[in-house]
């Protein structure tokens, strides 16, 4: 099967390097002006310019040309998902869709399998999610992700097409699962960098990690998810890499948020957007997500840290 990965931030570029150096990759970006700097410069130095691209690996503006491929990466925002499906039904229809995104869509609570299901039913969706950074991958780096799709078939050939050298994947078809651990973390990760950005300490990171993970398996269960997923890459340990390293977006904002700071509004994070959608999701399930509560009411700016710890500690105390 041929491939192409559809977006060209640090992540799509990231596993575009990475799967070009063992097959042709066909790398696709909006921006022609961006596409035509990577031929130029074989890197993309707008995202991750210390690193070359694959003599394999194609930069195109061109849609149609990238959609030739039979297997298509989509690395976009999961806010802009929907869009991008429905702007290109014609050339995706039927493709085998692989979304590396990770998040809630905002409007509809649903995840990106769900969302890929709606656009294109005739499509095959899958997910490729877990601990992983862009600047691990495209250097080459040992990293290990999940593959969720619901058709086993379809998941084994997959993760024998897209593993590589350093980029090793583990497979299963609770796409629910997967999809949940990789979106929810991203709250906890922006709780997270906030505790340490206000100097609460290491151990207060580690209890909301901890009482994170458990918030994360109420809401994944609750959703038809089986607990070993969120025991997995794609939950547990796509969380353990969130909350503990500044690389991560979420972290960042959450930093910033914790020392007063102001953040850049064109990052892109993911679990700003998720944390919005996951506790309007959960008031209608009569779920208790007290995390992602306080994580909202910290975006929003109806909570400040120290009313936000005050109301963390006080409640009712109970079994673990």
């Not at 690996?57 to 990238?66: H, K």
């Not at 600047?135 to 619901?150: E, F, K, M, V």
Request: aromatic residues 4%.
């Amino acid at each position: 099967m041929t491939i192409s990965v559809l977006g060209a931030g640090a992540f799509g570029t990231a596993l575009a390097i990475s799967l070009a150096k063992e097959t042709p990759v066909t790398l696709w970006a909006r921006d022609s002006a961006q596409v035509a700097d990577m031929q130029r410069q074989r890197c993309n130095t707008a995202r991750l310019p210390d690193v070359p691209l694959p003599a394999r690996l194609t930069p195109t503006s061109d849609f149609s040309q990238a959609t030739e491929a039979e297997v298509l990466l989509l690395a976009v925002p999961m806010q802009k998902l929907r869009s991008v499906l429905q702007a290109h039904r014609a050339d995706l229809k039927g493709k085998v869709l692989v979304a590396c995104c990770k998040g809630i869509e905002l409007e509809t609570g649903f995840g990106p399998i769900v969302v890929i299901s709606q656009v294109l039913p005739a499509a095959k969706p899958a997910l490729l999610t877990g601990p992983s950074f862009a600047a691990d991958i495209a250097r080459g780096l040992p990293t290990a992700l999940t593959l969720a799709c619901s058709d086993a078939k379809l998941g084994h050939q997959l993760q024998q097409q897209l593993t590589t050298a350093n980029l090793r994947l583990y497979r299963t078809t609770d796409t629910s699962g997967a999809e949940l651990g990789g979106a929810l973390k991203n709250i906890i990760a922006i709780a997270c960098g906030a505790v340490i950005g206000a100097g609460l300490g290491e151990s207060a990171r580690a209890a909301l990690m901890t009482r994170g993970y458990a918030e994360m398996q109420r809401m994944a269960l609750a959703c038809g998810a089986k607990p070993e997923t969120l025991a997995g890459l794609s939950g547990f340990g796509d969380l353990t890499l969130t909350c503990s390293s500044p690389l991560s977006r979420n972290y960042q904002l959450g930093l910033s948020i914790g020392r007063g700071d102001g953040f850049d509004p064109n990052i892109t994070v993911e679990g700003a957007a998720t944390a919005r959608a996951t506790a309007a999701k959960a008031k209608t399930m009569g779920l208790d997500m007290p995390l992602t509560e306080t994580v909202v009411g910290l975006l929003n700016g109806d909570l400040t840290i120290a009313t936000a710890g005050a109301q963390l500690l006080a409640r009712p105390l109970k079994e673990e």
